[in-house]
């Protein structure tokens, strides 16, 4: 099993920034897609950004594209979202994911940090 901590959150200004830092423990870090999630009130959850167990390639919603960057220390078992420009739209829950190899679900899920974004 894979648990996931993260830590970052908090309250910024809109076009302020944050990072938020997702802490792995057990032996299967490296071996699984990490991805970054975030729930709003009242609204469903969506998908933020994805990186490869290499941390090779990435993806980010159109919404994220250009502002957010996901990066990853397989050495320190960690995954980091860099939160740029942050919008009010930006505020939400944000969830760190882990998918191990060849998986269609993600099996790990953190405790989420909120994130609000203040205009």
């Known amino acids: 099993q894979v648990q996931l901590v993260e830590s970052g959150g908090g309250l910024v200004q809109a076009g302020g920034s944050l990072r938020l830092s997702c802490a792995a423990s057990?032996?299967?870090?490296?071996?699984?897609?990490m991805g970054w999630f975030r729930q709003a009130p009242g609204k469903e959850q969506e998908f933020v950004a994805w990186i490869s167990r290499s941390g090779d390639s990435t993806i980010y919603s159109d919404s994220v594209k250009g502002r957010f960057t996901i990066s990853r220390d397989n050495a320190k078992n960690t995954v980091f979202l860099q939160m740029n420009s942050l919008k009010s739209e930006d505020t939400a829950v944000y969830y760190c994911?882990?998918?191990?190899?060849?998986?269609?679900?993600?099996?790990?899920w953190g405790q989420g940090t909120q994130v609000t974004v203040s205009s």
């Open positions: 057990g032996s299967t870090f490296s071996n699984c897609v």
């Open positions: 994911a882990g998918r191990p190899t060849g998986r269609q679900k993600y099996d790990y």
